[in-house]
């Protein structure tokens, strides 16, 4: 199962496809779109690349097409959308990271067969490649041209918000091959994007004639005739490379492009891709995911690792957007999705890319000081959506439910992304022992949010407790609200760990610990000051009641109940409810006290998480892709296994079927983090203890055989095999496991622990 396949062109599927088959490489992204379609949204990202002009905020910026490529058979160019289509397939191979299409078109009672494979290389980051195979069914000539798109914009699917974010600067003939060179209007990036074609006949020989070369506007084009024989197929080979700004000096960039082109076509087509596919399946040795009994659930689960994967960034300076790098969702930007959805993936599978997501962090935390320093308070004030610098880039205008205006406050809200990376700190060093990075970077992180939280919080007299009031929690139906549990609960923890790293840091490094001290303008005095603060805060339960009240008032509000669901197995709307007051019900968005539950696991017993999951579930609307696979977790936790395989499967299908309706615009990133934790954190049951090591308590569904994955615990990497009968640890190292409440050591090699 590792191919997804689109059988029939229907051209209001574009879109959707477009998204499931984008290719990648954490730097670059072209959306897989039809060449041989003008019904598409042709999408070029390069991560980084952001820019405002005159959108409402600053957005990852379209950039040129480069793939646009056109066959004419008797001067009619071959259409998906107006020939005559006999044959066609698209063909996903997520276990090489390529592109397949296949077409039989009909063109004047004429027959040609068009095969193509498109990568984008994980070996040269700044290399893409096409190859199509060409194959008439008869005697006489074709035209091909391969030309760049500069005409592309963001905002597709809101037309009142096109925005072209570049302008053209040089459109240049390469002789042979063409480039495009633009610069961004209010960053000022700039951007070169250069193409070759080669073609040949079967024997080998050159098959391109009579080269032309033009501009069309700005648009550079080539197109060559080719002399075709019936049944005798032509390789044409399309060479691509792009850089910006941001990897090379402006004076150098077009040079560099073009010479990264040559390189690639010196080096051959079959060589990049050679590479490229071997550092893929290598991957896969690292993060697959093998259910054995479930087709469904194992083409999705690698669906949405794959896709993951993808939007891996190399560079520590980008991070990944909750849309992925596959669309312009939520403009591209990083939101707590990172953090809490798609970090455990990368930090148990992929540690190096996890740790270049908290780089990004660390790299924009000049921005967070400004955001504090802006709003009043002390520290770093992580962005609830952030992009290239750390300031705040959340839109102040959107549409409610109903399409009316609304404003949107989780910009000014939406406190708690600080304690979601807090979270991802310390769960990357308990993980990884990394802590070389922690005194480099993570404490001085870990402290400016503890300060900011110092300053955040407000002292209730009267109580004599902390609280901190105007907030929004994970549920976003409920905004102004005072003392949301999630943000009140994460804040204290946040401060306490601040505290431990303070401690932490002055023994393993004192000339560090002096400098954070100076740079942050910190004393003792003041950090043993937020212990008392921290364990203050209030929250609102009360002693003995294992519900909790997800912020103050909400039991208060009216409660609605859940009685219909659509097509997908996803809540209606309740009838005769009014969508514009929402927050006067406890209909939830997406989970808030089940998700602090499931962020800290060890601070919560059995009884309460069973007790709030079933409370909670109920008044769920999953407004959110995040929404199932959290669901799906805790079900499991707590014994509601029908339900949690059901939320699973809402989960590795939300893109694949399309069931929140918006897969044109982009990839669910946090929903495919999200996927893996429901296998792993939910299916397999492991857990990190607060001691830092790892617990188990599997259950699999009655149709699963096994499942197995490998996770890297402490450098090392441990494979884990489970069926009902046994759980199979096979690590290079020797540590202690709990599994279904008993300890275990574990042997370096294969270790077998009986489940019945």
């Not at 960034?313 to 798609?342: C, Q």
């Not at 609960?489 to 490094?509: D, M």
Request: aromatic share 12%.
């Amino acid at each position: 199962m590792w191919t997804v396949r689109r059988e029939k062109y229907l051209p209001e599927e574009n879109l959707v496809y477009e998204t499931i088959f984008t290719l990648a490489n954490g730097y670059l992204s072209l959306r897989g779109t039809e060449e041989f379609s003008s019904r598409a949204m042709r999408g070029t990202y390069v991560a980084g690349i952001f820019d405002k002009h005159h959108a409402q905020v600053t957005e990852l910026v379209n950039l040129p097409d480069p793939l646009r490529f056109a066959i004419y058979v008797d001067n009619e160019p071959l259409s998906l959308d107006y020939s005559n289509l006999k044959k066609y397939e698209r063909t996903l191979d997520m276990e090489n990271g390529l592109l397949n299409s296949l077409y039989e078109f009909e063109v004047n009672e004429k027959t040609i067969l068009v095969e193509s494979q498109r990568f984008v290389s994980r070996a040269n980051l700044h290399r893409f490649g096409v190859r199509y195979k060409i194959t008439p069914k008869f005697n006489g000539k074709i035209v091909v041209e391969s030309s760049i798109d500069a005409n592309t914009y963001n905002g597709y699917l809101e037309p009142i918000n096109k925005v072209q974010h570049y302008e053209i600067i040089d459109s240049k003939d390469l002789g042979p091959g063409i480039g495009v060179l633009v610069k961004t209007h209010d960053k000022g990036h700039n951007i070169a994007i250069a193409t070759y074609i080669s073609g040949k006949y079967e024997d080998g020989e050159n098959a391109l004639k009579f080269r032309k070369f033009r501009k069309i506007g700005d648009n550079p084009q080539e197109s060559y005739t080719i002399f075709v024989k019936e049944n005798q197929s032509i390789i044409i080979e399309k060479f691509g490379s792009i850089y910006t700004s941001l990897d090379v000096e402006i004076e150098n960039l077009v040079e560099r492009t073009v010479c990264e082109l040559e390189s690639f076509v010196k080096d051959t087509f079959d060589e990049e891709l050679s590479a490229h596919t071997e550092i893929v399946q290598k991957t896969w040795d690292d993060m697959d995911i093998v259910i054995e009994g479930d087709e469904t659930a194992q083409l999705g689960i690698r669906f949405n690792l794959f896709h993951l994967y993808q939007c891996a960034p190399d560079n520590p300076k980008v991070s990944i957007g909750a849309r992925g790098l596959h669309g312009e969702g939520y403009k591209g930007h990083v939101f707590w999705d990172t953090e809490i959805f798609m970090f455990p993936f990368f930090l148990y599978t992929l540690p190096e890319y996890a740790k270049n997501l908290l780089l990004y962090r660390y790299n924009t935390l000049p921005g967070a000081r400004r955001n504090a320093q802006m709003n009043g308070f002390k520290g770093a004030q992580f962005p609830w959506e952030s992009a290239d610098d750390g300031l705040e880039v959340t839109p102040k205008w959107g549409e409610d439910y109903l399409g009316n205006p609304v404003r949107i406050w989780t910009g000014d809200e939406e406190f708690h992304i600080n304690s979601d990376i807090a979270v991802a700190l310390v769960h990357y060093h308990t993980v990884t022992k990394d802590d070389e990075f922690m005194i480099d970077y993570g404490v001085e992180m870990l402290l400016e949010t503890g300060k900011f939280w110092e300053s955040r919080i407000e002292y209730n007299e009267k109580e004599d407790r902390y609280e901190i009031r105007r907030v929004i929690g994970p549920d976003e139906f409920h905004e102004h609200v005072d003392n949301n549990v999630y943000t009140n609960y994460l804040a204290k923890w946040n401060l306490l760990k601040a505290v431990e790293y303070y401690n932490w840091i002055r023994e393993k490094s004192p000339v560090k610990f002096e400098k954070l001290k100076t740079l942050l303008g910190l004393t003792d005095e003041e950090v043993d000051s937020w212990i008392e603060k921290a364990e203050k805060i209030y929250i609102p339960r009360k002693p003995g009641e294992k519900l909790i009240e997800q912020f103050e008032g909400y039991f208060k509000l009216e409660d609605i109940e859940i009685t219909e669901w659509d097509e997908n197995g996803l809540p209606k709307w309740p009838k005769g409810l009014d969508l514009t007051k929402l927050g006067e019900t406890q209909l939830i968005k997406q989970p808030d006290v089940v998700m602090l539950m499931l962020v800290l696991p060890e601070e919560f017993t059995f009884e309460e998480m069973k007790v709030n999951y079933e409370y909670y579930e109920k008044r769920t609307m999953h407004k959110s892709s995040l929404s199932p696979s959290m669901y799906s977790i805790m079900g499991l936790k707590v014994g509601d296994t029908h339900n949690a395989y059901r939320y699973f499967l809402k989960t590795v299908l939300v893109d694949l079927e399309d069931n929140q309706g918006n897969t044109n615009n982009g990839f669910h990133a946090a929903s495919a983090g999200g996927a893996w934790q429901s296998v792993v954190y939910g299916f397999a049951g492991m857990e990190l203890e607060k001691d830092g090591s790892l617990k188990f308590n599997p259950w699999l569904p009655e149709h699963w055989k096994s499942l197995s994955f490998k996770i890297h615990y402490a450098g090392k990497p441990i494979k884990v095999s489970i069926t009902k009968e046994k759980i199979t640890f096979e690590s290079e190292t020797e540590l202690e496991i709990e599994v279904k409440g008993r300890k275990y050591k574990i042997a370096c090699g294969k270790t077998e622990v009986q489940l019945i």
